[in-house]
């Protein structure tokens, strides 16, 4: 088994060091424009942070013995060495774009990732509010243990991505040369991808690279000022209903559904997804209508105003974008 560090743990000085540095510098430097800090908000983020790494070890006892199998049963494997994590690093990235992409348009998966929007500050103790149900990952990385990739490279290279990602979680910082700006997530791009208003909702998923997003026709650049949070916020800062609200509003809609079909969508439909209403005519949101069913199913992404979360309705209970 490759002996590999866990990035993340190595790095947690750092984020605290830097975390601090920017606390400061709103101190001495305020600026209207930005959301800066607030006491409440920070202390939730880094509990959450603290949690994850919790939870995350719980997680990963269930998780190691699938991926182990797997690798078990591949007669293919890839050597860790100098060249080749480069290679298990740009996979890992494509990889993690479409489990950012899913954990957006996929209610369930949502119900975990919410955790890391829910806020309505963007600093870098926003980086740290991580949830503590990983659970919904792990099939995204299956492709790569099936291609021979140990699990423990996977592991690090999903250490590397969520360092890389820290800085990113910053309104110090502007825009960068536009080769930057071209190839890698900036905190401009990612400023997007926790914005709430409706042209940037669901965009800018990649993690290290932000040319999955221009490949894949997921790509917003930073043009208005961001409105961060979600677009019905939970108003609360205790992190045990921060990491479960959204599980409990799929409860109550699922137990409120009319039948499986409704229950299931309510599931594995997007967040904002409503059933269509019986047929009455001249009403709107009737089965037929523009406003009927899923806002968004079917439609291309074809610019800002398109996309995963463009035009979605607002959502039922605490089901917040």
Same mark, same amino acid.
């Given at each position: 088994?490759?002996?590999?560090?866990?990035?993340?743990?190595?790095?947690?000085?750092?984020?605290?060091?830097?975390?601090?540095v920017?606390?400061?510098? %709103?101190?001495?430097h305020p600026?209207?424009?930005?959301?800066?800090?607030? *006491?409440?908000? *920070?202390? +939730?983020?880094?509990?959450?942070?603290?949690g994850? #790494?919790?939870?995350? #070890?719980?997680?990963?006892?269930?998780?190691?013995?699938?991926?182990?199998?797997?690798?078990?049963l +591949?007669?293919?494997?890839?050597?860790?060495? @100098?060249?080749? /994590?480069?290679?298990? /690093?740009?996979?890992?990235?494509?990889f %993690?774009?479409?489990?950012?992409?899913?954990?957006?348009?996929?209610?369930? /998966? @949502?119900?975990?990732?919410?955790?890391?929007?829910?806020?309505?500050?963007?600093n870098?103790?926003?980086? #740290?509010?991580?949830?503590?149900? +990983?659970?919904?990952?792990w099939?995204?990385?299956?492709?790569?243990?099936?291609?021979?990739?140990?699990p423990?490279?996977?592991?690090?290279?999903?250490? !590397?991505?969520?360092?890389?990602?820290? @800085?990113?979680?910053?309104?110090?910082?502007?825009?960068?040369?536009?080769?930057?700006?071209? !190839?890698?997530? +900036?905190?401009?791009?990612h400023?997007?991808?926790?914005?709430?208003?409706?042209?940037y909702?669901?965009?800018?998923?990649? $993690?290290?690279?932000?040319?999955?997003?221009?490949?894949?026709?997921?790509?917003?650049?930073?043009?208005?000022?961001?409105? %961060?949070?979600?677009?019905?916020?939970i108003?609360? %800062?205790?992190?045990?209903?921060v990491?479960?609200?959204?599980?409990?509003?799929?409860?109550?809609?699922?137990?409120? =559904?009319?039948?499986?079909?409704?229950?299931? $969508?309510?599931?594995?439909?997007?967040?904002?997804?409503?059933? *269509?209403t019986? &047929?009455?005519?001249?009403?709107?949101?009737?089965a $037929?209508?523009?406003?009927?069913?899923?806002?968004?199913? $079917? *439609?291309?992404?074809?610019?800002?105003e398109?996309?995963p979360?463009?035009g979605?309705?607002? &959502?039922?209970?605490?089901? =917040?974008?």
């Open positions: 088994m490759p002996h590999l560090p866990n990035a993340v743990m190595w790095s947690i000085p750092a984020f605290v060091l830097l975390a601090v920017e606390m400061v510098s %709103y101190r001495f600026d209207e424009d930005t959301e800066g800090y607030a *006491a409440k908000d *920070a202390a +939730t983020s880094v509990t959450m942070g603290l994850s #790494l919790v939870f995350d #070890l719980l997680w990963k006892i269930p998780i190691v013995a699938i991926y182990a199998a797997i690798y078990e +591949t007669p293919l494997r890839v050597p860790v060495v @100098w060249w080749t /994590l480069p290679l298990m /690093l740009l996979a890992q990235d494509f %993690y774009y479409w489990s950012h992409r899913g954990h957006h348009v996929i209610r369930v /998966l @949502w119900a975990c990732h919410v955790v890391h929007h829910s806020s309505r500050k963007f870098l103790t926003t980086a #740290l509010r991580q949830p503590w149900t +990983t659970w919904t990952v099939p995204f990385y299956v492709p790569m243990i099936a291609l021979g990739v140990h423990a490279a996977v592991a690090f290279c999903s250490s !590397v991505n969520l360092v890389y990602q820290f @800085w990113i979680h910053t309104e110090r910082i502007g825009t960068l040369p536009r080769p930057v700006e071209f !190839v890698f997530n +900036t905190p401009s791009h400023r997007v991808h926790h914005a709430s208003q409706g042209g909702l669901d965009r800018n998923f990649g $993690g290290i690279l932000i040319v999955w997003d221009r490949l894949f026709g997921s790509f917003v650049p930073e043009t208005e000022r961001p409105v %961060y949070g979600l677009t019905k916020n108003d609360t %800062y205790n992190p045990l209903r990491a479960t609200h959204e599980y409990a509003a799929i409860a109550r809609d699922v137990a409120a =559904a009319r039948d499986w079909r409704e229950r299931a $969508g309510r599931v594995f439909r997007g967040p904002g997804w409503q059933p *269509a019986p &047929p009455e005519a001249g009403l709107p949101g009737t $037929g209508s523009p406003e009927a069913g899923s806002p968004v199913a $079917g *439609a291309p992404i074809t610019g800002p398109s996309g979360g463009a979605r309705a607002e &959502p039922v209970g605490e089901s =917040a974008r």
